[in-house]
């Protein structure tokens, strides 16, 4: 066992720096640091912490290095800035098998969540954690950075009782706009909350996303009823597990609702469209403490003249305007404008120089 002369030092990931920041800054409540194996155990197999709060995705600290109970290990940052500390409770080994099939439904390298905890390995230090410091992040996301407690403050300040939250990791087109206002038009107030954390190769980088939504919300929402902040989180994309925990971080932050669209936090064709709605059809929502807010694949409509959904909409196919990812992502990356129906042309711009300078 280390005394209190030897210096215990781990420098973090980015993934699980983006952990810690949720750990230290109250986003992943009611975890006070990183999971030993009893919680590990539970969360894997029945969505549940060790205490049974609802918890649906393992946050844990993989390192091989040796420490004993009882030591201090100083973490810092990917760029060596000192964090704060982890006292050790245990350290255990994960079956990160396990965890794939249990938490993402697949034990597929391929899936980027699997493939990230194959990655990080078995072994896990576990305890809880104190900090001295957030990690770092660009201006343009400092600029917009409030703590679960800042957004609650900013809330209550605003007189919003009825919040909702919308989760993005993915550039904002006009079925996102319309998803957003749909919700607040039955809400006091909206919280834009884009995810700023590690995303996979050839997602929209963050600082990109970001600028579309400072010029929708300049030009499209209105001032009084959004707040924009930036959700410090990774992605894992474990579709419905994942939805939950989008749902629980909101929670933190202040939010009564939460908006669930279709194949929410997924990724290839692991998970049905509909998953990530379904799973919370199992959990009650009173102990979860906010409330999701199902959307249908929605769309530009020429017979309606306007955003439609299978809801709403009664007219063939043929009078909807379809534009795939892949399309998009074509169109984007040639320099040519989407439709205005579904991308505002504000936004194309700043997509198809984002294009233009390289996307991963
Ligand atoms: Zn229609």
């Known amino acids: 066992m280390a005394d209190s002369t030897t210096a215990l030092a781990l420098t973090l990931s980015a993934r699980q720096a983006s952990d810690f920041e949720l750990l230290a800054n ?27 709060d609802i918890w649906p995705i393992p946050i844990t600290l993989a390192s091989d290095l040796e420490v004993s109970q009882g030591d201090v290990v100083e973490l810092s940052a990917p760029n060596g800035k000192r964090l704060g500390r982890l006292r050790v409770e245990e350290t255990f080994d994960r079956d990160t098998e396990q ?10 390298s391929e899936h980027p969540g699997v493939a990230a905890i194959y990655a990080e390995g078995e072994r896990c230090i576990a305890g809880p954690i104190e900090s001295d410091a957030l990690p770092d992040h660009d201006d343009a996301f400092m600029r917009r950075y409030l703590t679960p407690e800042e957004s609650r403050k900013t809330f209550a300040e605003r007189g919003w009782k009825r919040i909702v939250a919308f989760q993005t990791r993915n550039p904002i087109h006009r079925a996102h706009e319309y998803l957003t206002k749909a919700a607040l038009e ?43 902040g930036v959700n410090p989180a990774k992605m894992h994309y474990a579709g419905p597990r994942e939805a939950v925990l989008h749902a629980i971080i909101r929670r933190n932050y202040g939010c ?14 692991y998970y049905g469209t509909y998953d990530a709605q379904r799973i919370f059809d199992d959990i009650d929502l009173a102990e979860l403490g906010i409330e999701p807010l199902f959307f249908e694949h929605t769309y530009w409509c020429h017979d309606c003249e306007g955003m439609a959904s299978d809801k709403t909409c009664p ?12 399309k998009v992502r074509e169109m984007l990356a040639n320099g040519e404008t989407p439709p205005h129906e579904f991308t505002r042309e504000e936004v194309a711009e700043i997509l198809i120089d984002a294009y233009r300078k390289g996307i991963d």
């Open 26 to 52: 109250g986003g992943f409540a009611p975890l006070s640091g990183f999971m030993g194996s009893e919680d590990w155990r539970r969360v894997c197999e029945e969505m549940r912490l060790a205490s049974g």
């Open 99 to 108: 965890e794939a099939k249990q938490v993402y439904r697949t034990a597929d």
């Open 186 to 228: 039955v809400s006091d107030g909206l919280f834009l909350h884009p995810l700023i954390g590690e995303t996979k190769k050839g997602d929209i980088p963050a600082e990109v996303r970001m600028r579309c939504y400072e010029i929708l919300m300049e030009r499209y929402y209105h001032p009084k009823r959004v707040v924009l």
């Open 256 to 269: 009564t609702h939460f908006i669930v669209g279709r194949d929410h936090a997924g990724v290839g064709d």
């Open 315 to 326: 007219h063939p196919q043929e009078s909807h305007l379809f534009l795939s990812g892949t």
